[in-house]
C-alpha cells in the first residue's frame, strides 16, 4: 500500500531539558537557541528524544513489484501525496509494458535544475583525472550556454536552438575552433546523460561541426635555421644588453651602463636559461606546459639513448611518453645542470647551510617564464625575425614545434617516424599542420625522376644495348590487346579499339594532346599567343564559380556517347561563358575552388566549390543510417548471407549525370567489400540503357545500398539535367543561368554542384559569402541608411574588399540610384521584358562594368526570351526546388560474374 509519513529519528537529551508526563507517557520540554519551545517523546531509557523529520517520505512498489522508500523533499502532506501519486502510475506504466525502466528512470532527472547535473559531469571528469584547465574551460562553456539558449533543464536541450547560437557567434566572427570548443563541450555533456540514465539519447549529436580548416585564426610557420641561429644568439646575450643599455641623456642607446657582478651574473644565467629553452623546445617537440612540467629526476642522461621521462599527467594526450634527447642537447643540458648545481650551492654557503652532493630530485629543469609569448615576441624582433610573414602566418612559442615537425620532414624523415616524434594520433596532423611546405625542398625532390629526352638518343642507346631496333623491342614487350567483350548496337559504327586505348585518348585530350596532333605548329603557336593574350584581359572580378573543362567520351561501348562541353572565353563580362561549337579553342581555367584544370580523368573526391570527401562521407553516412537503420531484416531472412553477385546500375531516361562520389561513398559505407567501378562521369549526358556503375560484393550489401545510392544519383542528376535544359534554352546569348537558395535544408552544396554539373553557375552559397540588399533590408534599416544609396555605402564600409554587393530593384527609379552608388552586381526582380532591355541600355550607358540579373518568374518557356534582353545572368530557384528525378534503376545479377 503506498502511503506518505514523516520518518523519525533519535537524538541526545538536550540540555537543560525537563521531563514531563503527558497522557501517561514521559516527554522531554525544552527551548532552543531562537527561543523556540519543543516538545519530544522519550526512548524507552529516557537518555534521548525521538524527533520527526521535517519533510515527507513515500513507500510504494517499483515497476519490478520492489518496496521503495523515496523522501519526497516536501514538507507538505498534500504535495507529498502528489509526488507519490506521480511515481506509483510511472510504476504501473512500467508493469504493464506502456513504459521502459530506462524512462522511466530517465523520468527523475528532467525536472532537475541543469546546474546540478553540470556539477556532476564536472565531478565526473575529475574522477577521469582531466586537468583543471580543461575542467574549468567545460565548466564556463556548459554555463554560458545554458544561460544564453535558456537550457533551464535536459528536457530544455535542442539542437535548433544550438544551432543558431553557433550561427549566430559565426556572425559575430567567432573562430571556428572556439565555437567546436562550446559545442564539444555540451555534446560531450550529452553523451555522459545518455550513458548515467539521465537521457535516452544525445538530441545534440548531429550538431555539426565548424570547418576549422577554412577559418583558421592563426597559421603558424616554421623558422629557418638561419632564423634559429640568430633567435639563439639573442636570447642569450639580450637580457645583459638591456640592462647595460643607457635609457635617457645624451647617450641614450650605448651599452655603457654599469651593471653589479651579482646582476651580471643573474642576467647571464637567465640569457643560457632562455635560449637553451628555445633549443630543447624545437629540438624535442615539447609543449611549453610540458617543458615547464619537467624536473631534473626526469632527465636520463648518461643511458645510450638520452631520453626524458614525461608524466601523463603533464602530457596533453595524458598516456606518458619517452622524449628522445639528441647528443648535442645532453651536453648543453649536462652543462646547464652542473651550473644549476653550482648556484645552488653558492646560495647554500651564503646561508650557511650544507652544501648540496646533487640537485634534489624535484628540481624544476627551467623555469619556464608564464609571459613566455612575449619574451619571445622581443626576442625575434631584437633578431630581426618578422612576427608575421606576408601571407600572415605567425610565430609564437607552439610554432617552436611546428618547427620541430618542420625540419625532421625536410631532413627526410619518414612520415611514420616524424608522427611518432611529434607523438601524434593521426599522421595527417603531422604532415598537414606540423609541418611547413614553404621548406620543404620540393624543386630538389624532382631530381629523383628518370631523365625523359625527347630525341633519338634513347632509340640508339637500346640499340646498342640489344643489338635491335627499339621499336621493335617496345611492341614484344606491348601486351596484346584484346576484343571488348561487349558488341556496339548495330546502329552505331563498330570500335575495335580496347578500353586501355580509349583511356590513353581521354588522358591525352584532358593534356592538350588531342589538339595538338590535328593542328600545325603555326596554329600551335598562334594558339598560345591568343591565350596569352586572354590571359591578360582577365579582370580581377573572375567568377567565383570557376568550372572543369570537356567532360569527354566513355570508354564503353555500351555506354552513350555524353555531350561535349567547351567554355569560350567572354570579353564582355571577363568571365566564361558556355558554348557547344567545337571549333572553339580551349582556355586554360585558372586553379579556383577545388577544381582540377582539366576535368576528365576524375578522381572520386573531385566535387564543386567547398564540396569535400568529410562532406560526402557525412550525406553518405546519414542516407545509410536513415534507411538502414539496425538492419536490413528482409534481405537477412531472405537472401543467403555467402552470396556474392554483381549489379549495374543503368539510365532508363535520357539526361545529365550527378552524384557518382556520392553513390561511392554509400557503396563504401554499407560494406567496404563492394566494388565500385564508375564507368561515366559527373556532368556527362546518359541515354536510356546508358550503364553508369557496375557494382561487385556481398548480395545482402548490394541491396542495403541500393536506395540511398540511387536516391543522390536520381536526385543529383534530375537537378543537372534541368539545368542543362535551361543553359540550352539560353544558348547564343551571353546570359548565364543561375541557382538560388531555395535548396533542400542539409543538401545545398551537393544541390548546387550539380547545378555546375549540368552547366550552370552557382549564386552565393549562403548569406555570409556575398551581399544581397533586398527591399526587406530597407525597410528595416536605420533611416540614414533606408536608401539604396547609403545601404550600399553602409555595406561597402563594413566589408573585406572580396566580398561582392548586389542590390535588388523593381523598377527604373531603382535601378538609376543603384547604377549610381556602383554596386557589384543588380538583381532585376519580376521585371517585364521591356523593363529588362531598358535596364541593360541604362546599365551600357551608366555603368557597364555592373553586372545584370533577371529574378521571378523564369520557366523554360520564357528564360529563352529573358536572354535575349541582354541580361548577363538568370536566377532560377526551380533548379534545386523542383527539379524532377532522373529515372536511374539498379538491376542485381545473381552470379559473380554477372551472367
Given at each position: 500500500?503506498?502511503?506518505?509519513y514523516?520518518?523519525?529519528?533519535?537524538?541526545?537529551?538536550?540540555?537543560?531539558?525537563?521531563?514531563?508526563?503527558?497522557?501517561?507517557?514521559r516527554?522531554?520540554?525544552?527551548?532552543?537557541?531562537?527561543?523556540?519551545?519543543?516538545?519530544?517523546?522519550?526512548?524507552?531509557?529516557?537518555?534521548?528524544?525521538?524527533?520527526?523529520?521535517?519533510?515527507y517520505t513515500?513507500?510504494?512498489?517499483?515497476?519490478n513489484?520492489?518496496?521503495?522508500?523515496?523522501?519526497?523533499?516536501?514538507?507538505?502532506?498534500?504535495?507529498?501525496r502528489?509526488?507519490?501519486?506521480?511515481?506509483?502510475?510511472?510504476?504501473?506504466?512500467?508493469?504493464?509494458?506502456?513504459?521502459?525502466?530506462?524512462e522511466?528512470?530517465?523520468?527523475?532527472?528532467?525536472i532537475?535544475?541543469?546546474?546540478?547535473?553540470?556539477?556532476?559531469?564536472?565531478?565526473?571528469?575529475?574522477?577521469?583525472?582531466?586537468?583543471?584547465?580543461?575542467?574549468?574551460?567545460?565548466?564556463?562553456?556548459?554555463?554560458?550556454?545554458?544561460?544564453?539558449?535558456?537550457?533551464?533543464?535536459?528536457?530544455?536541450?535542442?539542437?535548433?536552438?544550438?544551432?543558431?547560437?553557433?550561427?549566430?557567434?559565426?556572425?559575430?566572427?567567432?573562430?571556428?575552433?572556439?565555437?567546436?570548443?562550446?559545442?564539444?563541450?555540451?555534446?560531450?555533456?550529452?553523451?555522459?546523460?545518455?550513458?548515467?540514465?539521465?537521457?535516452?539519447?544525445?538530441?545534440?549529436?548531429?550538431?555539426?561541426?565548424?570547418?576549422?580548416?577554412?577559418?583558421?585564426?592563426?597559421?603558424?610557420?616554421?623558422?629557418?635555421?638561419?632564423?634559429?641561429?640568430?633567435?639563439?644568439a639573442?636570447?642569450?646575450?639580450?637580457?645583459?644588453?638591456?640592462?647595460?643599455?643607457?635609457?635617457?641623456?645624451?647617450?641614450?642607446?650605448?651599452?655603457?651602463?654599469?651593471?653589479?657582478?651579482?646582476?651580471?651574473?643573474?642576467?647571464?644565467?637567465?640569457?643560457?636559461?632562455?635560449?637553451?629553452?628555445?633549443?630543447t623546445?624545437?629540438?624535442?617537440?615539447?609543449?611549453?606546459?610540458?617543458?615547464?612540467?619537467?624536473?631534473?629526476?626526469?632527465?636520463?642522461?648518461?643511458?645510450?639513448?638520452?631520453?626524458?621521462?614525461?608524466?601523463?599527467?603533464?602530457?596533453?594526450?595524458?598516456k606518458?611518453?619517452?622524449?628522445?634527447?639528441?647528443?648535442?642537447?645532453?651536453?648543453?643540458l649536462?652543462?646547464?645542470?652542473?651550473?644549476?648545481?653550482?648556484?645552488?650551492?653558492?646560495?647554500?654557503?651564503?646561508?650557511?647551510?650544507?652544501?648540496?652532493?646533487r640537485?634534489?630530485?624535484?628540481?624544476?629543469?627551467?623555469?619556464?617564464?608564464?609571459?613566455?609569448?612575449?619574451?619571445?615576441?622581443?626576442?625575434?624582433?631584437?633578431?630581426?625575425?618578422?612576427?608575421?610573414?606576408?601571407?600572415?602566418?605567425?610565430?609564437?612559442?607552439?610554432?617552436m614545434?611546428?618547427?620541430?615537425?618542420?625540419?625532421?620532414?625536410?631532413?627526410?624523415?619518414?612520415?611514420?617516424?616524424?608522427?611518432?616524434?611529434?607523438?601524434?594520433?593521426?599522421?595527417?596532423?603531422?604532415?598537414?599542420?606540423?609541418?611547413?611546405?614553404?621548406?620543404?625542398?620540393?624543386?630538389?625532390a624532382?631530381?629523383?625522376?628518370?631523365?625523359?629526352?625527347?630525341?633519338?638518343?634513347?632509340?640508339?642507346?637500346?640499340k646498342?644495348?640489344?643489338?635491335?631496333?627499339?621499336?621493335?623491342?617496345?611492341?614484344?614487350l606491348?601486351?596484346?590487346?584484346?576484343?571488348?567483350?561487349?558488341?556496339?548496337p548495330?546502329?552505331?559504327?563498330?570500335?575495335?579499339?580496347?578500353?586501355?586505348?580509349?583511356?590513353?585518348?581521354?588522358?591525352?585530350?584532358?593534356?592538350?594532346?588531342?589538339?595538338s596532333?590535328?593542328?600545325?605548329?603555326?596554329?600551335?603557336?598562334?594558339?598560345?599567343?591568343?591565350?596569352?593574350?586572354?590571359?591578360?584581359?582577365?579582370?580581377?572580378?573572375?567568377?567565383?564559380?570557376?568550372?572543369?573543362?570537356?567532360?569527354?567520351?566513355?570508354?564503353?561501348?555500351?555506354?552513350?556517347?555524353?555531350?561535349?562541353?567547351?567554355?569560350?572565353?567572354?570579353?564582355?563580362?571577363?568571365r566564361?561563358?558556355?558554348?557547344?561549337?567545337?571549333?572553339?579553342?580551349?582556355?586554360?581555367?585558372?586553379?579556383?575552388?577545388?577544381?582540377?584544370?582539366?576535368?576528365?580523368?576524375?578522381?572520386?573526391?573531385?566535387?564543386?566549390?567547398?564540396?569535400?570527401?568529410?562532406?560526402?562521407?557525412?550525406?553518405?553516412?546519414?542516407?545509410?543510417?536513415?534507411?538502414?537503420?539496425?538492419?536490413?531484416?528482409?534481405?537477412?531472412?531472405?537472401?543467403?548471407?555467402?552470396?556474392?553477385?554483381?549489379?549495374?546500375?543503368?539510365?532508363?531516361?535520357?539526361?545529365?549525370?550527378?552524384?557518382?562520389?556520392?553513390?561511392?561513398?554509400?557503396?563504401?559505407?554499407?560494406?567496404?567489400?563492394?566494388?565500385?567501378n564508375?564507368?561515366?562521369?559527373?556532368?556527362?549526358?546518359?541515354?536510356?540503357?546508358?550503364?553508369?556503375?557496375?557494382?561487385?560484393?556481398?548480395?545482402?550489401?548490394?541491396?542495403?545500398?541500393?536506395?540511398?545510392?540511387?536516391?543522390?544519383?536520381?536526385?543529383?542528376?534530375?537537378?543537372?539535367?534541368?539545368?542543362?535544359?535551361?543553359?540550352?534554352r539560353?544558348?547564343?546569348?551571353?546570359?548565364?543561368i543561375?541557382?538560388?537558395?531555395?535548396?533542400?535544408?542539409?543538401?545545398?552544396?551537393a544541390?548546387?554542384?550539380?547545378?555546375?554539373?549540368?552547366g550552370?553557375?552557382n549564386?552565393?552559397?549562403?548569406?555570409?559569402?556575398?551581399?544581397?540588399?533586398?527591399?526587406?533590408?530597407?525597410?528595416?534599416?536605420?533611416?540614414?541608411?533606408?536608401?539604396?544609396?547609403?545601404?550600399?555605402s553602409?555595406a561597402?564600409?563594413?566589408?573585406?574588399?572580396d566580398?561582392?554587393?548586389?542590390?535588388?530593384?523593381?523598377?527604373?527609379?531603382q535601378?538609376?540610384?543603384?547604377?549610381?552608388?556602383?554596386?557589384?552586381?543588380?538583381?532585376?526582380?519580376?521585371?517585364?521584358?521591356?523593363?529588362?532591355?531598358?535596364?541593360?541600355?541604362?546599365?551600357?550607358?551608366?555603368?557597364?562594368?555592373?553586372?545584370?540579373?533577371?529574378?521571378?518568374?523564369?520557366?523554360?518557356?520564357?528564360v529563352?526570351?529573358?536572354?535575349?534582353?541582354?541580361?548577363d545572368?538568370?536566377?532560377?530557384?526551380?533548379?534545386?526546388?523542383?527539379?524532377?528525378?532522373?529515372?536511374?534503376?539498379?538491376?542485381?545479377?545473381?552470379?559473380?560474374?554477372?551472367?
Open positions: 500500500m503506498a502511503t506518505v514523516k520518518r523519525t529519528h533519535t537524538n541526545p537529551l538536550p540540555a537543560r531539558a525537563e521531563i514531563v508526563t503527558r497522557k501517561g507517557k516527554v522531554a520540554q525544552w527551548t532552543d537557541g531562537k527561543g523556540k519551545r519543543h516538545t519530544a517523546p522519550l526512548t524507552a531509557d529516557g537518555t534521548k528524544v525521538i524527533l520527526k523529520a521535517g519533510t513515500a513507500k510504494y512498489r517499483d515497476g513489484n520492489f518496496l521503495v522508500t523515496r523522501p519526497t523533499g516536501c514538507r507538505d502532506e498534500q504535495a507529498a502528489t509526488k507519490l501519486t506521480e511515481w506509483t502510475k510511472r510504476a504501473e506504466q512500467v508493469r504493464s509494458g506502456v513504459l521502459s525502466a530506462a522511466d528512470r530517465i523520468a527523475d532527472h528532467q532537475v535544475p541543469i546546474r546540478q547535473h553540470f556539477d556532476a559531469y564536472i565531478d565526473y571528469l575529475k574522477t577521469k583525472e582531466a586537468t583543471r584547465l580543461h575542467r574549468e574551460n567545460v565548466k564556463r562553456y556548459l554555463i554560458l550556454l545554458a544561460d544564453e539558449c535558456a537550457f533551464k533543464k535536459l528536457s530544455d536541450l535542442d539542437r535548433e536552438v544550438l544551432e543558431h547560437w553557433l550561427l549566430a557567434r559565426s556572425e559575430e566572427a567567432m573562430s571556428a575552433r572556439s565555437r567546436n570548443g562550446y559545442r564539444g563541450a555540451l555534446v560531450a555533456f550529452c553523451h555522459w546523460c545518455v550513458s548515467t540514465s539521465r537521457m535516452l539519447h544525445n538530441p545534440l549529436e548531429r550538431v555539426p561541426k565548424a570547418n576549422e580548416n577554412i577559418d583558421r585564426r592563426r597559421v603558424r610557420r616554421s623558422l629557418t635555421e638561419p632564423e634559429l641561429e640568430r633567435l639563439l639573442v636570447a642569450r646575450t639580450r637580457p645583459l644588453q638591456e640592462a647595460q643599455t643607457i635609457r635617457r641623456g645624451e647617450r641614450k642607446g650605448q651599452l655603457d651602463a654599469n651593471v653589479k657582478p651579482k646582476t651580471r651574473d643573474r642576467l647571464e644565467r637567465l640569457g643560457h636559461e632562455r635560449a637553451l629553452i628555445y633549443k623546445l624545437v629540438l624535442t617537440g615539447l609543449r611549453k606546459g610540458e617543458l615547464a612540467s619537467l624536473t631534473v629526476d626526469q632527465l636520463v642522461l648518461d643511458a645510450p639513448r638520452a631520453y626524458v621521462i614525461l608524466h601523463a599527467r603533464d602530457e596533453k594526450n595524458q606518458g611518453s619517452y622524449i628522445f634527447i639528441r647528443d648535442d642537447l645532453v651536453q648543453d649536462t652543462l646547464w645542470l652542473t651550473k644549476k648545481l653550482e648556484y645552488l650551492r653558492k646560495e647554500s654557503r651564503a646561508s650557511g647551510e650544507s652544501l648540496p652532493a640537485l634534489p630530485p624535484a628540481t624544476p629543469l627551467f623555469y619556464v617564464p608564464t609571459g613566455l609569448v612575449r619574451i619571445l615576441n622581443r626576442d625575434m624582433k631584437a633578431a630581426g625575425i618578422p612576427k608575421i610573414d606576408g601571407q600572415g602566418r605567425t610565430v609564437d612559442v607552439h610554432a614545434r611546428t618547427t620541430f615537425g618542420t625540419h625532421l620532414s625536410k631532413g627526410g624523415v619518414t612520415p611514420r617516424v616524424a608522427q611518432s616524434a611529434m607523438r601524434h594520433s593521426c599522421i595527417d596532423l603531422t604532415m598537414n599542420v606540423y609541418t611547413d611546405p614553404q621548406q620543404l625542398d620540393v624543386h630538389g624532382l631530381n629523383v625522376l628518370p631523365a625523359l629526352p625527347l630525341d633519338n638518343r634513347a632509340e640508339e642507346k637500346a646498342q644495348q640489344t643489338g635491335t631496333d627499339a621499336t621493335d623491342s617496345v611492341a614484344e606491348a601486351p596484346p590487346r584484346s576484343t571488348p567483350k561487349s558488341t556496339p548495330p546502329d552505331k559504327p563498330s570500335d575495335s579499339r580496347t578500353n586501355t586505348d580509349k583511356v590513353q585518348e581521354r588522358d591525352d585530350i584532358a593534356n592538350g594532346a588531342h589538339q596532333a590535328t593542328k600545325p605548329n603555326g596554329d600551335k603557336d598562334e594558339e598560345r599567343k591568343t591565350n596569352t593574350d586572354k590571359k591578360e584581359e582577365w579582370s580581377e572580378r573572375l567568377d567565383l564559380n570557376q568550372r572543369p573543362l570537356d567532360p569527354q567520351s566513355s570508354a564503353l561501348p555500351n555506354c552513350a556517347t555524353p555531350r561535349r562541353v567547351r567554355w569560350r572565353y567572354s570579353s564582355r563580362e571577363h566564361y561563358a558556355q558554348a557547344r561549337r567545337p571549333d572553339q579553342k580551349q582556355v586554360p581555367i585558372p586553379h579556383r575552388m577545388g577544381y582540377s584544370k582539366c576535368f576528365p580523368p576524375v578522381k572520386e573526391d573531385l566535387m564543386g566549390p567547398t564540396l569535400d570527401t568529410r562532406y560526402i562521407q557525412q550525406l553518405a553516412a546519414q542516407a545509410v543510417e536513415e534507411d538502414l537503420g539496425s538492419g536490413d531484416i528482409t534481405s537477412a531472412s531472405v537472401v543467403p548471407e555467402d552470396l556474392v553477385c554483381t549489379a549495374q546500375i543503368v539510365a532508363k531516361q535520357p539526361g545529365v549525370l550527378a552524384g557518382i562520389a556520392f553513390a561511392r561513398a554509400v557503396c563504401a559505407k554499407v560494406d567496404r567489400r563492394i566494388r565500385f564508375a564507368l561515366a562521369q559527373d556532368s556527362f549526358s546518359i541515354d536510356v540503357g546508358s550503364e553508369i556503375v557496375r557494382l561487385e560484393g556481398p548480395a545482402r550489401s548490394l541491396l542495403a545500398a541500393e536506395r540511398p545510392a540511387l536516391n543522390f544519383l536520381q536526385h543529383l542528376s534530375g537537378i543537372a539535367t534541368l539545368t542543362a535544359r535551361y543553359v540550352e539560353v544558348y547564343g546569348s551571353p546570359a548565364k543561375m541557382d538560388t537558395r531555395k535548396t533542400t535544408p542539409g543538401l545545398r552544396l544541390q548546387k554542384y550539380a547545378v555546375a554539373a549540368g550552370g553557375y549564386h552565393r552559397l549562403g548569406l555570409h559569402d556575398m551581399v544581397l540588399i533586398k527591399d526587406n533590408h530597407l525597410a528595416l534599416a536605420r533611416p540614414d541608411e533606408a536608401s539604396i544609396n547609403q545601404a550600399i553602409a561597402r564600409d563594413g566589408l573585406k574588399k566580398i561582392q554587393i548586389q542590390v535588388e530593384v523593381s523598377d527604373m527609379d535601378l538609376k540610384d543603384a547604377l549610381d552608388a556602383g554596386p557589384d552586381l543588380i538583381l532585376l526582380d519580376n521585371m517585364t521584358a521591356s523593363m529588362m532591355k531598358e535596364a541593360v541600355q541604362m546599365r551600357d550607358t551608366r555603368a557597364p562594368d555592373i553586372l545584370l540579373e533577371a529574378s521571378g518568374n523564369v520557366s523554360l518557356k520564357t529563352g526570351g529573358i536572354a535575349e534582353t541582354g541580361v545572368r538568370i536566377s532560377v530557384g526551380a533548379l534545386t526546388h523542383s527539379a524532377p528525378a532522373l529515372d536511374i534503376a539498379l538491376y542485381i545479377n545473381a552470379d559473380a560474374d554477372g551472367s
